[in-house]
T-cell receptor
Framework: DTAVSQTPKYLVTQMGNDKSIKCEQN?????MYWYKQDSKKFLKIMFS???????INETVPNRFSPKSPDKAHLNLHINSLELGDSAVYFC?????????????FGSGTRLTVV | KNEVEQSPQNLTAQEGEFITINCSYS?????LHWLQQHPGGGIVSLFM???GKKKHGRLIATINIQEKHSSLHITASHPRDSAVYIC???????????FGTGTRLQVFP
């Protein structure tokens, strides 16, 4: 059973389109995240939700809108896609345990905007 | 300057060699994580440290909170250890995970 699953794994789309990436975790974790990994493999936080509530909202264009229908799901919707949005997007979840937070990552969604 | 710096950026080794990857950070942290990312693959959490040392198989991670420094060691390296190793710290103030730029390790037979 996959702990944090993202769909789709690959997404190729044209500039200007709107697309969504879905994420689900079956670990019972309270907190979920979206991270972006650029072409240089550098990871950066985009959003964090705790129990469906937005906790962290980094300086991300408002074309990116996260949606959390319940604490097991955190979807990412992107409007008017641009070439610079091409990256790998990782979903993750975490839970406080033993004095700190352990993280579990999804396998990533490689988005290519053409 | 990135708040989390790793060295080296790239590392090649012969099978069996002892590997060390270093991570220095400049922010107050509640924990430090070592992550592994295989080519085209997802990210796997290797260790979470807030003090001292942890060992898992051939991997050892240490942290010195006073010096704001951590090391990841791989003993008896193997080609299957080839991956990008990423250091990440959970900021004490912001609760955000801040990532290093990663170390690309290639182990040749």
């Amino acid at each position: 059973d996959t702990a944090v699953s993202q769909t789709p794994k690959y997404l190729v789309t044209q500039m200007g389109n709107d697309k969504s990436i879905k994420c689900e975790q079956n670990l019972g974790h309270d907190t979920m995240y979206w991270y972006k990994q650029d072409s240089k493999k550098f990871l950066k936080i985009m959003f964090s939700y705790n129990n469906k509530e937005l906790i962290i909202n980094e300086t991300v264009p408002n074309r990116f809108s996260p949606k959390s229908p319940d604490k097991a799901h955190l979807n990412l919707h992107i409007n008017s896609l641009e070439l610079g949005d091409s990256a790998v997007y990782f979903c993750a979840s975490s839970q406080y345990s033993g004095g700190n937070y352990g993280y579990t990552f999804g396998s990533g969604t490689r988005l290519t905007v053409v | 300057k990135n708040e989390v710096e790793q060295s080296p950026q790239n590392l090649t080794a012969q099978e069996g060699e002892f590997i060390t990857i270093n991570c220095s950070y400049s922010v107050g942290i509640s924990a430090l994580h070592w992550l592994q990312q295989h080519p085209g693959g997802g990210i796997v959490s290797l260790f979470m440290l807030s003090s001292g040392k942890k060992k898992h198989g051939r991997l050892i991670a240490t942290i010195n909170i006073q010096e704001k420094h951590s090391s990841l060691h791989i003993t008896a390296s193997h080609p299957r250890d080839s991956a990008v190793y990423i250091c990440a710290v959970r900021s004490y103030n912001t609760d955000k995970l801040i990532f290093g730029t990663g170390t690309r390790l290639q182990v040749f037979p």
